[in-house]
Every structure is written in structure tokens, then in C-alpha cells.
């Protein structure tokens, strides 16, 4: 099977980016995007999925602990379906609860400082949406 997909971890001020190779072995951060405007959001992620040949954006979305869709939820949702009707692209959603605590965590055993690593940790969670896509779709 050949995956196409980037994962994203939207945020109100990032969006964290991750990639995998065309067999879904290997995810890895690819870039956080500073949002400034909508266009320049869309240009930025349009560039990348020509580059990568992408066909499906993998969007983690922020449940409630309980399981609900809260405010931000319902954000992230408006924001993807409008980027993938936009960018022309299939759309995933991914349970993401819990990934940028998990990147944190990932990066504390690292050693590496998770005060001033914002951009790193947004990536870091979008690869975990990423993988977690990734070990859906390898299940029979």
C-alpha cells in the first residue's frame, strides 16, 4: 500500500506538519507553520503537498477528555474540511488527545527543552497523529 498523506496539528498560532515515506514506515516532522493568514497558511501547505505528491491530510482532532468535541474541536474541524475543499485533497481525522503532552514527554527524555521548542513540539505531535493514522490503516 502507498501512503500520500501529511499529518497536521492544528493550532490557533501553528499548525505542526509531519510526513512519512510512501510505505507508512518512517514519519518524521517536516515543518511548523507560524499562521499569519489563511493564504499564506494555504500556500505554504499547497507547496509542500506538491513537492510530497500528497493526496489526504491527516488532521488531529482535539477531543474533550470525556470524549466530546469542544471549542477548539469544532475549530480545527472547520479549519480542515475548508483546507481540504480548498487544497482538493481527502481528509482523516485522528483522535489527537494527549499527542503534544506525549511530544513533551518524548523531548523531556531527550533532554531537550520544551519552554522555548513550540514549533518542535507541534511537529512532534503531528507525527504522532501521523503514525496513529498509519497503524489504523495497517489493520486488517
Known amino acids: 500500500m502507498q501512503y ?6 492544528v493550532g490557533r498560532k501553528r499548525i505542526g506538519v ?9 514519519v518524521h516532522g517536516i ?23 500528497i493526496d ?3 488532521v488531529g482532532l482535539p477531543y474533550n477528555m470525556d470524549g466530546s468535541l469542544g471549542f477548539q474541536a469544532k475549530q480545527v ?4 474540511h475548508s483546507a481540504t ?22 523531548m523531556r527524555s531527550q533532554g531537550i527543552s520544551t519552554r522555548y521548542n ?3 513540539i507541534d511537529r512532534k505531535a503531528a507525527a ?7 497503524a489504523i490503516k495497517r489493520q486488517p
Open 18 to 26: 509531519a510526513g512519512c515515506d510512501r510505505l507508512g514506515i518512517s
Open 118 to 120: 513550540k514549533e518542535m
Open 31 to 53: 515543518t511548523t507553520i507560524i499562521r499569519k493568514s489563511w493564504d499564506e497558511d494555504m500556500a505554504i501547505l499547497q507547496s509542500l503537498i506538491q513537492e510530497r505528491n
Open 85 to 106: 475543499k480548498q487544497l482538493g485533497l481527502l481528509l482523516e481525522f485522528v483522535d489527537e488527545r494527549l499527542t503534544s503532552f506525549e511530544a513533551e514527554e518524548m
Open 4 to 9: 500520500a498523506a501529511l499529518g497536521l496539528d
Open 128 to 134: 504522532l497523529i501521523l503514525q496513529q493514522w498509519l
Open 56 to 58: 489526504t491530510l491527516v
Open 77 to 80: 474541524q472547520k479549519f480542515a
